[in-house]
């Protein structure tokens, strides 16, 4: 699998905004497009990506099977990634995700996702929100490996043993939640903004540069005015000085306490 290291994420966008974001994204180079069921924007990214006039076979689109549908029964799931199919107006699907480890229901899930790899709807398969023991269980009985684990990953959230587990098994990682989320304010941390002036970079570099450096691959939300700045973050480089600063940072803070894989209620 060939997967771009920077891309977009579509994560609260709704309507015409999801629409132009990824059609303006799409328009500025970016080939990572990642989206989900439960983001209920599956149509406006599908949309987007029609009206840019990129070539399909160009473009890396990701979505999730959501958790809600994971409780469900084996024909509703099938169904649910049908809709995704639909939804997203295309053939195929490069990389599907379970969004998040449901007790009980990541096996049935993720063999109806393998035969979706069969058919040829489906290029590859991954997990997001998984730990160690998840993707132990996993990989007890999965005929299709994992190539990617989406996890929450930012200055104050390095989640470092976990993505050392996931690469040590040839599993990428892909960070979602670059810049924190809520009450987190990542970019406004002092140490970013020194490295940043540092740099002469914004903050939001920085921590992109941290992660790409980190060998992970990010999916920040889709917004224009950051789009340019973004991509720029591959003409400049970090020393082993200045990670070192970002990764003392971490508290293993989440930018939501429901986010835990272990408790999440949902």
Not at 34 to 59: C, F, H, M, W
Not at 189 to 198: E, F, P
Request: hydrophobic share 40%; charged share 25%.
């Amino acid at each position: 699998m060939t997967i771009p290291q920077l891309g977009v994420g579509t994560w609260t966008l709704r309507d015409e905004t999801a629409i132009n974001n990824v059609k303006l994204a799409l328009e500025a180079g970016f080939r990572l497009i990642d989206t989900a069921q439960g983001y209920e924007n599956e149509q406006e990214v599908g949309t987007g990506i029609k009206l840019s006039g990129v070539p399909r076979e160009e473009i890396f689109l990701t979505t999730k099977v959501a958790t809600n549908i994971m409780r469900e029964d084996e024909a509703t799931i099938r169904q649910s990634i049908d809709e995704s199919l639909r939804k997203l107006q295309t053939d195929y699907i490069d990389l599907l995700l379970i969004h998040w480890p449901v007790k009980d229901c990541v096996k049935k899930t993720w063999q109806i996702m393998e035969d979706y790899v069969a058919q040829g709807k489906v290029k590859h398969l991954g997990v997001s929100n998984f730990n160690r023991h998840h993707l132990e269980d996993l990989l007890e009985y999965a005929k299709v490996r994992p190539l990617i684990n989406q996890i929450e990953v930012h200055p104050l959230m390095s989640q470092v043993e976990n993505i050392a587990y996931n690469h040590s098994l040839g599993i990428k990682v892909q960070a979602w939640g670059p810049f924190g989320q809520g009450d987190i304010d990542v970019v406004g941390n002092s140490t970013i903004q020194g490295l940043a002036q540092k740099h002469g970079k914004t903050p939001s570099q920085i921590v992109l540069r941290w992660l790409i450096q980190r060998d992970l691959i990010t999916i920040p939300r889709a917004k224009p005015n950051h789009f340019k700045e973004n991509l720029e973050i591959m003409t400049f480089e970090l020393s082993n000085e200045d990670m070192e600063a970002i990764n003392a940072l971490n508290i293993n803070l989440r930018s939501n306490k429901d986010n835990d894989p272990e408790t999440f209620p949902w």
